[in-house]
């Protein structure tokens, strides 16, 4: 019991942890993007167009995000990188796609949003690709 409540934490457990982060958040937007790039005549007439951008580039870009910033998230190269994209994606899809609804539409996009967050902040962790290549 002391040890459940005890706020001291180990390498390891962090590193797993942050393990843990990065794969359920790239696994699970992969989904999305691999949806939206397979289905991309589909999802073109009726994606937002931002900033400027058509709706097919707009779409483009959050493919890339979704898809290939998602592949590299999980395996962990270029890490902190990665997420930026990411991180605009999800500020898109809750301030402009969500109209700032945090807990019902939006939901998602929040969690997502302060997961990437997480990891811009406190980087890949110890078993990743960027771990290796620093070595």
């Avoid at 390498?11 to 790239?26: I, N």
């Avoid at 969690?111 to 070595?135: E, H, Q």
């Amino acid at each position: 019991m002391k040890k459940l409540l005890s706020t001291n934490y180990s390498a390891g457990a962090f590193s797993t942890a942050v393990l843990l982060l990065r794969l359920s958040l790239g696994i699970l937007m992969m989904h999305h993007g691999y949806d939206k790039l397979v289905h991309f005549s589909q999802y073109q007439t009726k994606f937002i167009a931002f900033a400027g951008m058509s709706s097919s580039m707009s779409l483009a870009m959050d493919i890339f995000a979704e898809f290939f910033c998602s592949l590299f998230l999980i395996i962990g190269l270029f890490t902190r990188l990665a997420v930026i994209p990411l991180i605009i994606a999800m500020c898109v899809a809750l301030f402009k796609a969500h109209n700032m609804d945090f807990f019902a539409t939006g939901e998602m996009a929040s969690l997502y949003l302060t997961g990437y967050l997480v990891l811009l902040l406190v980087g890949p962790g110890r078993v990743s690709v960027d771990s290796m290549i620093a070595k």
